[in-house]
């Protein structure tokens, strides 16, 4: 059975730090796009960041390029999201999951296996 699961997030204040992880079972999944998306209320599931297999290439939404840095450690089948001065507009739920399925890495169509998500709050 492979599962997703999701440690990290909280509330902070603008300005503040939180990094996110993302730990995969029952799949390797060091061959694949690794990527976080967002979703706030009332709005869609939008593209935050992407990393290639071996980390050498990395994506981000232009709302948090300079802010956000995603990594990976394959050998321990992990992602991370590392977010450092975070506005209000960055609250919403976070998910993470594997590229597995064709299409582009900034749609959420080519995603399968989700994280079960991550409140991330930040007060201004």
């Known amino acids: 059975q492979v599962q997703l699961v999701q440690s990290g997030g909280g509330s902070v204040q603008a300005g503040g730090s939180l990094r996110l992880s993302c730990a995969a079972s029952g799949r390797d999944f060091s061959n694949y796009v690794m990527g976080w998306f967002r979703q706030a209320p009332g709005k869609e599931r939008e593209f935050v960041s992407a990393?290639?297999?071996?980390?050498?290439?990395?994506y981000y939404a232009d709302s948090v390029k300079g802010r956000f840095t995603i990594s990976r450690d394959n050998a321990k089948n992990t992602v991370f999201l590392q977010m450092n001065s975070l506005k209000p507009e960055d609250t919403a739920v976070y998910y993470c999951?594997?590229?597995?399925?064709?299409?582009?890495?900034?749609?959420?169509?080519?995603?399968?296996?989700w994280g079960q998500g991550t409140q991330v709050t930040v007060s201004s």
């Open positions: 999951a594997p590229s597995v399925l064709s299409g582009s890495w900034r749609d959420a169509e080519s995603y399968d296996y």
């Open positions: 990393i290639e297999p071996y980390g050498t290439n990395t």
